[in-house]
């Protein structure tokens, strides 16, 4: 929960977020704003992103997007490594974030400046400006009991103290009345303690040695690393001039080299690292990735020792479509050397990689489809093909097809672009899911803010019915025993009141019957309640599809068209109107033009 001002809304909200959905209550408690995002909400806060003079909404949720909403369209999504915990503004552009991993950071805006991981858990962030320098530092407060400051644009740690026992809260006020915000700090055990801000002259200067400090330890470790490196180069080449085989040095023009291409035997990808001489070695290499080797992040590969070589390959399957990069170190050595040297290079990953094209289209198509007209050339649309499917495209300039099957599941992707009707564009899919996350990279690609579309999935809209059919069921079920267990209350409340008037009485016998019913009535009671938790639990499981559903239906646009079917979706099913919902999924809006 948050509370603000959000887009062009005039009165300050109670923003709460829950079951893959977002409503904001005025003081009044009427609902001024809804809208819907891809998992349960975890983390809320308000504030200008964009300099427009108005507040947007950041969002953090279960599956580890961070999403910042102007009114109820999508700004930006960014994906993190774990489950958001925590968001706070801080200036400008910027905000801090917390993961459930022990990651915190900054952002500005859709752009990571900084991120620190700890082994240790989250408890609370706050922002503060303890260095006295006008800019606030992100305060992280750590289940451990530590309590640190890191600066707004580096991430270094400028404050540490440690509690006894887990934090519990971090405030920002002027508890001593003297115009000076401070920092408090709440432990769980009760332990309180409030901090000042540094004295800015002194500490400046502190600051200033420290930093001095530690910039001079970083050269002399340089100096000593390239002093050893030097020494052992001069020893190569001397043994390189007496004719010696077992210097280790590697050809002066090796490069290394990565290409990326499927495996479907093991359904994952083959990224093939290899060098430019055949006369070296590849030991190891070490590879680094956000979301594709775990809370890790790394993955290290050894060469086979019996079958050494100067190419080696690393396999990974992302779970999710993401775009990232990969940062690799190459471990490369002479084939009659004990000496390897490190290369460093980067790949950047294709969003779909894991997509391989075929040649020939199944017999029957995917029965799911998206049609859409953008005004872009052909060959553009091309160009983002291959840079987000990693494939080569050889076509005409008046249409594009391709065809992918996915290595997760088998699913067959076909898209087909013609310069009839001013572009249009057909996209083949099983999921919806998949066709909203090519819809959304093609706009973001090509620059496109309003998007018109049209929609088949009768699978998924089969399967959208029955859900909707059980939240019906389950909505019944609620109300009956609600009601039921509204008349047990009742005969509870008379049965103790005989009890009591049998007891005055001392009519033991009877007050043992009453008490005996009373006791049977109240196992009754608890497993209706039983009843009413898992019809609960159920009927939230149901709510969720419902709104993931609306989520999806609104990737297959951009723009204007995205938040008009979130508020008419919402329309609908406030109305229970389920033929305008099915018509609002298909063809974007309640009417057709």
Known sequence: MTFGKVGSIDSPLAVVGGNCSIQGYDKD????????TGDNVTA????????????????????????IFKNEEVLTETTETDKVIALTPMHGQRFGYALANGTVGVYDRHTRVWRFKSKHTVACISVHDLDSDGVVELITGWRSGKLEGRH??????IFRDTFPSPLAALVVADYRLDGRPCLVACSYEGLIRGYLPFDKVEDDSHEMDLQLQERMREVMQLKQNLAVE??????????????????????????????LRPCRAQQCVELLIKTSSSN?????????????????ESHITYADPA????????????????STTLHI??????????????????FALPKFAMYVPIREAPSKAPEGLVTFVIPERVNRVAMWAQQSFNFTFTGGPNSFSAKFVSLRDQQVLLIDMSTEGGGKVEIRVKSMEIAGDIVQDLCQSLGIKELESTAEFPSELDDFSKVLMKVDGYNAVRIQLTMEMADSSQLVKALVIRAEDARILSEMGLMRQHYSKLHELNSQLIGEYIKRANNHTELLAALREVNAMIQRAARLRMGAAKSRVISECREAIKSNNIPSLFRIIKLGQMKAQ
């Open 44 to 67: 809320l806060s308000v504030m200008d992103t964009d300099g427009s003079g108005t507040n947007e909404l950041l969002v953090g949720s279960e599956d580890y997007e961070i999403r």
């Open 230 to 259: 030097l020494k052992s180069f001069e020893e190569n080449i001397e043994k390189h001039k007496k004719g010696e085989k077992d210097g280790g040095l590697v050809p002066e023009k090796t490069k290394v080299t990565c290409s």
């Open 29 to 36: 408690g009427q609902e001024l704003y809804w809208t819907v």
């Open 280 to 296: 070296t070695i590849l030991k190891m290499a070490i590879v680094t990735a956000e979301f594709l080797f775990g809370s890790n």
């Open 152 to 157: 707004d644009r580096t991430g270094e740690a």
């Open 329 to 346: 170190k190459a471990i490369v050595g002479s084939s009659m050397g004990n000496l390897f040297h490190v290369f460093e290079l980067e």
């Open 307 to 322: 079958n050494s070589s100067n190419s080696i390959s690393v396999f990974f399957a992302p779970e999710k479509d993401i």
